[in-house]
């Protein structure tokens, strides 16, 4: 086993269904394979209890094929704090937020909840159907600080950064990203989703110095195609680990405090910001569309389906 300052990390790429009893059954498992790799931190896909819906098509007039609604002081988020024991276990549900659906991260351990993130950025396909989150915020956890994003998160530079500057060293991203669904690509390697993936991967490890650990679901679900690509990445933008397109095991020890505090000796991104220099969003709507007011609802729909 390696020595103190080094964490074992997994991610892990997988399918999961909106079978419950099939989804803890397969998570637990994974969990249990973890311990035999003596993993600590294991960051598993969004979906894991429920999958994802079967569309993201931002015209549909009834909403998609939404996964069960799970509650966090529910009996299946229970059973996986229970399994998790000494591991720090990162993962996505559709949560139950007062009868509307919402895209759930939560960290555990064997002590219950560490941690959790409800996603912030809604693509157009989710927008009619799901409840944002309206945070980002770092917590602890025996393995150091992290932070965890919901897939459609991590496009957005401003909520990694934000992580960052809580404190997290570390970053989850669990996601459930399909491929693209009106430019696909004969091969999965040049399909755009895939290629942007892995993109905000890199640039968000590396643009605020720390280490990424990301995980995505595997196999179908309904109309969409999901891709895999499980890794971790360290603080200069480097995949250290990887899974392939279909379901497998990223696992990495890293020294993470090392890692981050020898990338930020020289030139320390966090430290050398120029907040006063950026343009204000509250006090500048230059180059918005819509500015001021919420764009039309048709318009930011068409947008968004143009650019996946």
């Known amino acids: 086993m390696a020595g103190p300052s080094v964490t074992r990390v997994a991610a892990v790429s997988g399918s999961f269904s909106h079978d419950l009893a099939f989804d803890l059954e397969r998570a637990t498992s994974i969990i249990e394979e973890a311990r035999e790799r003596e993993v600590e931190l294991l960051v598993l896909p969004h979906g894991v209890l429920g999958g994802y819906v079967g569309d ?23 059973e996986l704090v229970a399994a998790a024991g000494d591991l720090v276990v990162c993962f996505g549900l559709t949560e139950d937020r007062g009868g509307r659906p919402g895209n759930t991260a939560v960290c555990v351990d ?15 396909g989710e927008v009619r159907w799901y409840k944002p989150g309206d945070g980002c915020a770092a917590f602890d ?11 459609y998160d991590k496009t957005f530079p401003e909520a990694a950064r934000s992580l960052a500057l809580d404190g997290a060293e570390l970053l989850a991203f669990v996601c459930a990203w399909p491929l693209s669904l ?4 004969a091969r999965v390697s040049q399909d755009r989703q895939s290629l942007l993936f892995e993109l905000y991967d890199r640039a968000r490890a590396a643009e605020n110095q720390v280490v990424v650990v990301t995980s995505n679901l595997t196999g179908g679900q309904g109309q969409l195609r999901f891709f ?10 480097q995949i250290v680990a990887r899974t392939g397109f279909r379901p497998g095991w990223a696992v990495a ?48 729909r068409s947008a968004g389906r143009a650019e996946r």
């Open 228 to 237: 895999g690509q499980a890794k971790v990445v360290q603080p200069d933008g």
């Open 141 to 151: 956890t025996p393995v150091g600080r992290i932070g965890m994003l919901v897939d």
């Open 110 to 124: 064997g002590s219950g909840i560490l941690g959790v993130h409800r996603k912030v950025h809604l693509p157009p």
């Open 253 to 300: 020890d890293i020294e993470v405090g090392t890692l981050v505090a020898n990338a930020r000796r020289r030139q320390h991104h966090l430290a050398e910001r120029r907040p006063r220099a950026y343009l204000q969003e509250s006090g500048s709507t230059v180059g918005l569309p819509g500015a001021g007011d919420a764009a039309p609802a048709r318009s930011a």
């Open 56 to 78: 993201l098509d931002p015209d549909l007039d009834d909403p998609p094929d939404v996964p069960p609604m799970v509650a966090l002081d529910g009996p299946e988020v229970a």
């Open 182 to 185: 009106t430019a696909q690509a």
